[in-house]
C-alpha cells in the first residue's frame, strides 16, 4: 500500500504516518504546504526520505492508494472529497468536518466513489481503550450502565498557530476534541446512534476572548448513559499532555482507564484498573498491540469494514455538530 500526506498543519500527521508506515505501508510523497512551518520541519526531520510534491500532483498519482489528511480542519473536507474523486481512500485527522454541509458533500461523494473515508479517532490508536472495550464485550463487567470520560488537554500556546484559536476554522470545542469522546461512547454503549441530553460550551477568560475551553456532554441510549467532559486545563506542572480517564460501570463490575498517566505511581500510560464480583485487578496496557492501521491498510485492500461501519463515521461526526450547534454558551464573569 501507498500513501501520501498531505495538510501539514497539525502534528497529528506524526503519528498518523508513523502507524502507517509500522504497520507495512509505504509514504511515497507530501506536500509541503503548512500554515505552521514547526509542523513541516518536524515531519521533515522524522521522514527524511520521503519526498515533497504538489498536492496535484500527488491526488493524480494513480499509484498512490490513500492519503493521509491533517490540514486546518475547516479545509480537510474539501480535501478529502478531491482525493476520493480521484479514487483514493482517506485517513483523515479529527475533526473531519465543521460544518453539516461538509458532512452532507462527504457523505454524497463516499456513496458515489465507494471509497472509504475514516478519521483517526483515538479510540482506535488506544491499547487501553481497545482492551477495555474486549472487557465489557465479554461480559464481565455485565450490563453497562454509565460512561464517563474526562478529556482535559493542555493549550501549549506557544505551539498554536493563528487558526486553532479561530472558531469556525476548528469548529468548536466539542466538534474538536469531543468527537473522540463520542466515538468511545457508540463503541462501549454498542450503540449505532445516541441522543444528546445536555451539551454546554463555556468560555471562561482563556485569550483570546470568547475561545472555548470548555464542554460538557450527556449522551444516552435505550440502556446507557455517559457523561463527558472536555477541557483545556490540564496544569504545565503535569508531565503530559493531559489525564484522560474514563470510568465504565456495570451492573457486576468497574473499570477505570488512565490513559495517559498515574498520577502518583505508575509510570507511563494505559493504566486500567477492574473491579468485579470477587476481585480487583490492575492492568498494565502500554504494551498491548494496536490494529487500527494494520486494519485500515487491509480495508482499502479488500474494501472491508475492519476499523468500523462507514456509517458510524458519520454519525459520529453529525452528533458533534448537532451538539455544538445546540450547545447551552456560558463564559465567566467576574464580580
Not at 479514487?87 to 457523505?107: F, H, N
Not at 486553532?164 to 468527537?179: C, H, K, Q, V
Not at 477568560?205 to 475551553?213: K, L, M, R, Y
Request: charged letters at 25%; aromatic letters at 8%.
Amino acid at each position: 500500500m501507498r500513501f501520501a500526506a498531505i495538510g501539514l498543519d497539525h502534528r497529528h500527521i506524526y503519528d498518523l504516518t508513523r502507524g502507517l508506515l509500522d504497520a507495512g505501508a509505504t509514504c511515497v510523497g507530501y506536500n509541503p504546504d503548512t500554515t505552521d512551518p514547526r509542523v513541516l520541519a518536524g515531519f521533515r526531520r522524522r521522514f527524511p526520505d520521503v519526498p515533497a510534491a504538489e498536492t496535484g500532483r500527488l491526488l493524480d498519482d494513480p499509484s498512490i492508494d490513500f492519503v493521509v489528511i491533517a490540514a486546518v480542519p475547516r479545509d480537510r473536507a474539501q480535501l478529502a472529497i478531491a482525493a476520493m474523486q480521484r479514487g483514493k481512500d482517506v485517513m483523515v485527522d479529527k475533526p473531519g468536518v465543521t460544518t453539516a454541509d461538509e458532512l452532507a458533500a462527504l457523505q454524497s461523494t463516499v456513496m458515489q466513489t465507494r471509497r472509504i473515508w475514516s478519521i483517526a479517532l483515538g479510540r482506535l490508536a488506544s491499547p487501553a481503550q481497545q482492551e477495555a472495550l474486549r472487557i465489557v464485550r465479554s461480559g464481565e463487567l455485565g450490563r453497562l450502565v454509565h460512561i464517563t470520560s474526562l478529556a482535559p488537554h493542555r493549550l501549549n500556546r506557544a505551539l498554536r498557530p493563528a487558526w486553532f484559536f479561530d472558531a469556525p476554522a476548528y469548529g468548536g470545542i466539542i466538534n474538536d476534541i469531543g468527537t473522540h469522546s463520542i466515538d468511545s461512547f457508540l463503541a462501549f454503549a454498542d450503540a449505532a446512534d445516541a441522543e444528546i441530553a445536555l451539551a454546554t460550551v463555556g468560555a471562561f477568560g482563556t485569550e483570546p476572548p470568547g475561545f472555548e475551553d470548555f464542554a460538557e456532554l450527556v449522551l444516552t441510549t435505550h440502556s446507557v448513559r455517559g457523561y463527558i467532559r472536555l477541557d483545556w486545563f490540564t496544569p504545565d506542572g503535569l508531565p503530559t499532555w493531559g489525564d484522560g480517564r474514563m470510568f465504565l460501570v456495570g451492573a457486576e463490575g468497574t473499570l477505570e482507564l488512565r490513559k495517559n498517566l498515574d498520577i502518583a505511581g505508575r509510570a507511563g500510560g494505559d493504566h486500567m484498573f477492574v473491579a468485579n464480583g470477587s476481585s480487583t485487578r490492575y492492568i498494565d496496557c502500554s504494551s498491548m498491540p494496536v490494529a487500527y492501521y494494520r486494519e485500515f491498510i487491509a480495508d482499502v485492500a479488500e474494501r472491508t469494514e475492519r476499523v468500523m461501519p462507514q456509517r458510524q463515521v458519520f454519525t459520529v461526526c453529525r452528533l458533534a455538530l448537532n451538539a455544538q450547534a445546540h450547545a447551552n454558551r456560558f463564559s465567566a464573569r467576574r464580580s
